[in-house]
């Protein structure tokens, strides 16, 4: 009885070790998951509207960027590597970045795809935006992706674009609760949208108090809105570092 007892007991021990060691394996095992980024979108539009559209060059692409997170084949670059990338080669966030320059940020960011697109409006309530997706390694054009539709239905066609790309790149499909969300965020109204991008621009600008305030602000019109919660979220625990 007293053998069986000890058999038992150095058994469950064994397996435990092993079980340790697993978990341990895991935790080393390098994340395998593709890489990506967006650059800032190129402003095209023409007139009275540039300047007032134009914190959507930051908004955009993080709004991408935060669809295509959600997918968890994929994980995102943080948008503050980023911003130190582009400052270090010295280009311009608002300026036109070809595909080459794309390859060239993705390959220091170890990025394997860089997302970079343009957008533009016909000065009647109506809006474009084209994102085409870069193979960093290989520097070509993989998948392009192009919404028109209503600026009051900024969010809605943010989501589209995203959903496309995700389409092309044959990513699978999202579970239920990141389904929910998404759907969540493409209600979001056209003020909302562009409060949350220039929060954004704000904050890739260095003016970090001017974005948690514009974030309170659009908080405690939409309480609900995902990407700003977790931005002023972000933004704080950055603070107190």
Known sequence: MRRRSYVVRWTALLFAWVATGAVHL??????ARPLISALPFTNSVV??????????SAGIPELVLIELARNPAIKAVERERLRRVLAS????????????????????????????GSFTSDG?????IVATEIDVESGRVEHTATVDGKQANLAALIGQLAEHLSHDM????????????????QRASYETTLLFARAIE?????KVQQAIELLQQLLAQAPEYEAARDELTRLHSDRGR
């Open 26 to 31: 895991a935790a080393q095992r390098p994340d």
């Open 47 to 56: 007139g009275d509207e540039h300047a007032a559209l134009n914190p959507l």
């Open 89 to 116: 080669q010295r280009l311009d966030p608002q300026g036109r970045i070809d595909d080459e320059g794309a390859s060239h940020v993705g390959r220091i960011l170890g990025a394997q795809f860089v997302v970079r």
């Open 124 to 128: 009647h309530g109506a809006i474009r």
């Open 170 to 185: 044959r990513l699978a499909e999202l579970p239920r609760e990141q389904k929910q969300a998404r759907e969540s965020a």
């Open 202 to 206: 704000a904050r890739d600008a260095g």
